[in-house]
């Protein structure tokens, strides 16, 4: 055995580590990190299929809840390294019991009612079509679907950020409805629902750039991003267009709410159509291209504030 390397054997035998050993992994990062997971796609066709077979193996929800996580084919959970994202189904009557948790959560509404709604700490959301309704990290909430149809809304939550920082704390309710004690909010910057009939036409005001074509911010009461860990965006692209090519160190997670388009993403393809669902990893080249003759619509969240509050955040064009 080589000095230094008898050397090595003899800090590991003490529990460490010369920094000459990071060398490699330092080599490794010049032009950046490699992308977190792969770039992937669900299909409304398959997700809805198997969330009815959910219904029919799954009678009741109560404290669990009827949600198709989206698993990243190249990392071991997650559908990027820091997002999780689904789709939610609650039959008509039914009650997703109360709980609360440090995850951060959000629902974005494709098939909804006004009698479908989320409470959270007290205050009643309705969730009707397009609609995006807040549940910020330890938030009481329960979902009621008092309609008589089936109800389907998107999960995107924090998991990966706060599971890698080991922060989860998590507490069921005692029934189906939240502690009384559960009190709304009186913070001057919270927001907990965005109705997509005020959305829309600001949307249509937006100027068209080459990245995004127009883009909205769901921003909170100070001009914030929506969540502390969880930035929405909502972005209209014309018939025909193609947007720039990019790559941000952040992660997103994209739902096709109208058109027919392919995204590229480090050369490959995912085509997609309405409702469809996609992950773009982090640091990875990407554009959108709407192949529909009239505009295609993608809302999408990103992990973009945690990265920016940390001064880690790049872009390139």
């Known amino acids: 055995m080589q000095p230094l390397e008898a050397f090595d054997a003899k800090l590991a035998g003490v529990h ?31 997700v809805t299929a198997l969330l009815d077979e959910a219904g029919t193996v799954m009678p009741e929800a109560m404290q669990a809840r009827r949600s198709l996580i989206f698993q990243n084919p190249a990392l071991p959970r997650g559908t990027t390294h820091t997002l999780n994202m689904g789709v939610q189904m609650i039959q008509p009557g039914e009650v997703a019991w109360a709980h609360r948790h440090s995850i951060a959560a959000l629902r974005f509404i494709i098939q909804g009612s006004p009698k479908l709604s989320t409470i959270v700490d007290g205050e009643r959301c309705v ?27 998107l999960d995107v939550l924090d998991v990966g950020l706060v599971l890698g920082l080991n922060q989860t704390f998590y507490e069921p309710g005692t029934s189906k409805e939240q502690p009384a004690a559960a009190a709304v909010s009186t913070s001057p910057h919270a927001r907990k629902r965005y109705r997509w009939k005020d959305v829309a036409p600001e949307l249509a005001k937006r100027p068209i750039s080459n990245t995004d074509g127009r883009l909205y911010d769901y921003l909170d009461n100070s001009g914030g991003p929506t969540l502390p860990t969880l930035a929405c965006q909502v972005q209209s692209l014309p018939g025909g267009f193609t947007t720039a090519n990019r790559r941000r160190t952040s992660s997103a997670v994209y739902f096709v709410m109208r058109g027919e388009g392919t995204t590229v993403i480090d050369g490959q393809e995912l085509t997609w159509s309405q409702n469809d669902c996609f992950a773009v990893p982090n640091w990875t080249t990407h554009q959108h291209h709407n192949r529909s003759k009239d505009d295609a619509i993608l809302f999408s969240v990103h992990d973009t504030p945690v ?3 940390l001064g880690l955040y790049r872009e390139e064009h």
């Open 16 to 46: 460490m580590r010369g920094q000459w050993k990071s060398e490699e992994f330092l080599q490794r990062a010049i032009g950046g990190p490699k992308p977190a997971g792969t770039p992937a796609l669900w299909t409304w066709q398959q």
């Open 127 to 153: 969730m009707e079509d397009y609609d995006l309704v807040l549940t910020p990290n330890w938030a009481w909430h329960d979902h009621h679907n008092e309609s008589d149809k089936n109800a389907y809304w």
């Open 307 to 309: 990265l920016r509050a």
